[in-house]
């Protein structure tokens, strides 16, 4: 039976309710997301009902009795809502070569190693096969609807940055690494039919290159020799562009070097790199020249617009954590547009944005609902405090515009009702399937990239390198910290307010003893911190600085007279508002700098 609807009889070819598509096959993924959005509910229904269908023999789900039951009822009342913690055990089983349905019934294709940490390690995300088609489908609803916004993409390339990390294998032999260096590894990627939308000044090999030196040289090299070509920019996370561009002011002497010459820098060793720059690395002393004059005069203001005139938007997240870098991309893109096009995880790939060219505060992600099935937990501070009845789980459907939630997912991958830790604010829908703003992750204190270290890690790392001020009779007496992200990389920055009993001995430590707390709390800092300072150089060194004695009082009295009670005011142990930053920098008396890296190795403790 065919149904008769009266919206699609009009239409001219390719036009569709998101817009006009920019062709045939656009037009069939704008249809996709109208389908699924107009029909969130049922297909959440038949989401959930899949999951249950396909892992009701696995030992989870028949933990809980659910006797083959697949719907919402018989699910939410036997089903509980988990954290990370509460599945270790099972996590911990399968890595150690358990091949037995424990939490899914497809076998665990390999794990994705979070930048969320439990216990200073990664968090290992059990994944399957076919989760990889997932992914796919939704990174093939994006250009789709960038089309909508931004004509003739397909008239030239895309300059991104986009980097492989280390990975390690589980003792029980499964692989382990980061969720993109997954899927660039994929069949999906590497054999990805042409497609003019999406055409890369990268080459696969410099893409896949481990070395993240060689990787970010040739990335660079080729966007340059390439530059007129370039109609967008971007890396996955606006502090991902911003390396890069920190890259360009300490190499584009290099860069002019080898496009002068037609020969590829020797730092470059990796063979197949070299024989994928070979193919477009030709001499051309004209463009040498031209680098030379856009960089040697130290001027980066709108240095992306400038070297590759004809981009259109930068292709960054910006949102979360990632909004600290929206005035310094501004400098260096001289206003381009940034563009949030999909909110994803390791867990779970959630959603895209359907106005990608809107500006970075108004960012809301449509999370499509055939990913996984979605529950949102109301964030209620008030309820939060009294000792009732915990809040229910809300269906996809059934949020509203206005409040706050906790991402809770189900995936077909074994998760169940698990707690992403993403805190969502819900601006409106489209169609039924409604859209949220990102607000912040739980719990996360100081971010410069993906490290996110809580205040419980600020304050172990504190306590041990308050180990080393002990022979001087010295303390610290208050503390706050502030993610520094002027200068790239960026750093942490921990303020000190120390005492130094002076009657009894103690004398004020010198440089060494606070460069080496510096380091010592860097040691004690999470696997995601360690490797971003370590291996990736996307962190720089720690920094103390000292404020001299009475800063946190007057940093109280600065909150108390901005109607902060008395009795429970609490140092802040993290800074953002400018007027207390500046008040904490004007009393600086000394600031000391790591003078090393921490220890890091991919191989990872299970
Ligand atoms: P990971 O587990 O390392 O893949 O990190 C996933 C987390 O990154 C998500 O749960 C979010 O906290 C954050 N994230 C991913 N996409 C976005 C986005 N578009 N905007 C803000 N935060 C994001």
Redesign the pocket.
Known sequence: MTIVDTSMEVRPANSTKLGPAACEEDAEKLEFIEEMTVNADKVQEKVLAEILRQNAETEYLQRYKLGGATDRRTFKSKIPMVTYEDLRPEIQRIANGDRSAILSAHPISEF?????TSAGE??L?PTIQEELDRRQLLYSLLMPVMNLYVAGLDKGKGLYFLFVKSESKTPGGLPAR???TSYYKSHHFRARPFDPYNVYTSPTAAILCADAFQSMYSQMLCGLLDRLAVLRVGAV?ASGLLRAIRFLQLHWQEFARDIATGTLSSMVTDAAVRDAVAEVLKPDPGLAEFIVSECAAGDWAGVVTRIWPNTKYLDV??????AQYIPTLEYYSGGLPMT????????CY?GL?LRPMCKPRE?S?TIMPNMAYFEFLPVDPAAAAASGPPPQLVDLADVEVGQEYE?VITTYAGLCRYR???ILHVTGFHNAAPQFR?V??KN?LLSIE?D?TDEAELQRAVERATELLKPWGATVVEYTSQAETRAIPGHYVIYWELLVKEGEGGRWPGKEVLQACCLEMEEAMNT?YRQSRAADGSIGPLEIRVVRGGTFEELMDYAIARGASINQYKAPRCVTFPPIIELLDSRVVEAHFSPATPEWSPRRNY
Do not use: H, Q, W
């Open positions: 994705l190693t979070s930048s969320g990664r968090k995300m980061p969720v993109l996370f997240i910006v949102t979360g954590a990632m949030c096009t999909m909110y994803a995880s390791s867990e959630f944005n960012v992600y991402l992403v830790g993403d990102f912040r992750r996360v993906s996110k995601v």
